[in-house]
């Protein structure tokens, strides 16, 4: 039976050197909050979007959120078409019109395989319509890898 490698242990390092950034465009902008969420992120520092594939964008303002822990405080952005697929990674940043909408802390698969949240942390914890988000917006995830 194969181990999983993320969380146990049997990377010998972090196995991420290089990667391109993943660029989406917003369908939906979302206007809503949740203090009792109960997100679970994956243990997974790492998810693959592919093009044409629809995602969740949700900012949590705690400041422990990482991977493998469960998320109660987001705000909804929005939901994003991939136009450039590729490995989102935690810590990525995730960009729109030139600002920053937070840092990825993790995932979560609640509506999985309809859709991933995508967590990012960032504060003050705003919704996609108070941040301005449209229709049609670039939001891209980079790293500096």
Known sequence: MSKEPHGSGILDKYPYVAKSDVVGRV????????????????IHPSRALCR????ELAITDEMKAAPGLIVNKVAYLAFLVIEQGGIVLEGDEVMAGGNSLGRVVGFDLTHFPNHLNVVAYREPRQTGLELGLGLGDVVTFSSTL
Not at 27 to 42: N, Q, Y
């Open 27 to 42: 369908v939906c902008v979302l206007d809503a909050r949740s203090e009792e969420r109960g997100m679970e992120l994956t």
């Open 52 to 55: 044409h594939e629809i995602h």
